[in-house]
T-cell receptor, first 114, second 118 residues
């Protein structure tokens, strides 16, 4: 059974600081997603990482994927209050019995303080 | 990007009644749609995979008789919560997979439905 673990689960940081959220997963996959969720809202897609070594950047967020280490990171640069949200990683796996499916990490609740 | 429409966005119902939630792919055909449930401060849990023209595949622990899924067309899947009880109160999110747009097989998410059962 695929397990996806995020670290940390809660993160409080000051504006202007940098930090990294980690996403570890337990079995081989070469497709990983990062999502943002605001309170009461659905998921907003941030990044789709499709291969080993993939790196994508959008604004103050940068995501990377290391399929050999089964690790993805979401790096926050010079955080601003607007980045406060919950961030999920999700791993896409193909299973014979159920086809392709996403397994989500527990989520990282990020609060950026002035 | 691909658009998935989910309705209603919020529903309040009495205990014992049934509630239907619709999930539509607006600009693509989706042979496969997914239904997730999210309790407060928790992650998304896959409830079932909805396959067009065939029976849904339910995850372990999800009652198929309580959560009825119908995927009658390539653009519509419905989830009916039958005889709802307060413990069914949750945020339900659907997604649809686009097998044609590049990159392929990306899941696109609906806006979610908040169900409150009194």
């Amino acid at each position: 059974e695929l397990k996806v673990e995020q670290n940390p689960l809660f993160l409080s940081m000051q504006e202007g600081k940098n930090y990294t959220i980690y996403c570890n997963y337990s079995t081989t996959s070469d497709r990983l997603y990062w999502y943002r969720q605001d309170p009461g809202k659905s998921l907003e897609s941030l990044f789709v990482l499709l291969s080993n070594g993939a790196v994508k950047q959008e604004g103050r967020l940068m995501a990377s994927l290391d399929t050999k280490a089964r690790l993805s990171t979401l790096h926050i640069t010079a955080a601003v209050h607007d980045l406060s949200a919950t961030y999920f990683c999700a791993v896409d796996m193909w299973e014979e019995t159920s086809g392709s499916r996403l397994t989500f990490g527990e989520g990282t609740q990020l609060t950026v303080n002035p | 990007g691909a658009v998935v429409s989910q309705h209603p966005s919020w529903v309040i119902c009495k205990s014992g009644t049934s509630v239907k939630i619709e999930c539509r792919s607006l600009d693509f055909q989706a042979t496969t749609m997914f239904w997730y449930r999210q309790f407060p401060k928790q992650s998304l849990m896959l409830m079932a995979t909805s396959n067009e023209g065939s029976k849904a595949t339910y995850e372990q622990g999800v009652e198929k008789d309580k959560f009825l899924i119908n995927h009658a067309s390539l653009t519509l899947s419905t989830l009916t919560v039958t005889s709802a009880h307060p413990e069914d109160s949750s945020f339900y999110i659907c997604s649809a997979r686009d097998q044609r747009r590049v990159p392929k097989n990306i899941q696109y998410f609906g806006a979610g439905t908040r169900l409150s059962v009194l």
